[in-house]
């Protein structure tokens, strides 16, 4: 029997199914979520074709398609007819037993974080996917009714939702995206459909300075960590998205909430956040290729002890860097070295330079790093976007991981 026509008690499976049944799909957008919708719906569907494009929205004949499978990088921000994602098809089947994850930072560190608590706690077992680079189709055959999924969610895949996660989990709001959303209004509505499209049941887990929002979840607000981890990962705010995942993880029945505060603190953290990986001639270097806001290089210099220099800079999405200028100021006791874009935006910015130096690229910021710092670490927190002249922040981070070796 064809294995697409197979029986299967896995109803989430089958709603997405009949969703494709017949249909006249078109895949808009052939990254790395474009592939893995064509996977999809080769091994487990019977649409009547399969199209890809890649143009512009406008060029779409959307009269001959019945359904059309945007990918979440391509901007659009109103809703249109047909058009639908991964994220709002696999939430409409399996939102009842999924955990979400949002926030401008620690959206990462706290769905792992939440992930291991859950896989080696909870007696369902659990399945990390989405913004962390694991596209949910990937595993909508193999989701049993025990599971529950942690689901990290970027803005871009929260746009047009309109099924919510069972558990939400909003940690907090600072500018970002406005390159695409071109202001902080139209970026906090994408963000808060994570919680304006749950349903009564449903529980929101949210943040201090989260705004206002319309739920009809359960809200839970979250300021402070009621608990004194002894966490493995370096800074405060880590104690807080620690706070959530075991405020999440006692939401979920079946879970031994003793053993999930040694999970918590067991957890070892991601590449590139806060991440020491070597010493030279005496310096450590960090790699905090994941900042990618001034909020984040501020926070990076108050979780690591020893700081002094900083590389900052990157691709300029119009952003406000007038804290950071202010930071940069009041701190004569660290070092600055600005690069690219955003670093010459703000070096322009600061009235004295006594603590700051402006370079092209990310080469000639470690070697100038390497010649001014003779004590305290070497920080890459670059408080902008890698685009433009890496591939993204995992690139940006590895880079400047070979540039430190390449003469240690």
Known sequence: MDQRMMETTNTGLAYLQETFRGKRVLIFGYGREGKSTENFLKNHCMPE????????????????????????GIVMLERREKFTSQTELFLNAFGHQTIGVTGTKGKSTTASMLYKVLHECYEGDAILLGNIGLPCFDYAADIKSENRIVFELSCHQLLHITRAPHISIFLNLFEEHLDYYGDMEHYFAAKSHIATAQVPGDYLLVGENVPELSTEAIVIKLQKPSRNYQLSIPGEHNKLNAEFVFKAAALVEGTNLTAARESIESFEGLPHRLQYFTTVDGVKYYDDSISTIPQATIQASESIPDAGTFLVGGMDRGIDYSLLVTFIQQRQDLRFVLMYETGKRIYESLAEKENVWLVADLREAVKVAKEITKEGAVVLSPAAASYGYFKNFEERGEVFKELVRAND
């Open 49 to 72: 074709t399969v199209d890809v494009f890649e143009g512009k929205v406008e060029d779409i004949d959307t009269n001959a398609y019945d359904v059309i499978m945007k990918s979440p």
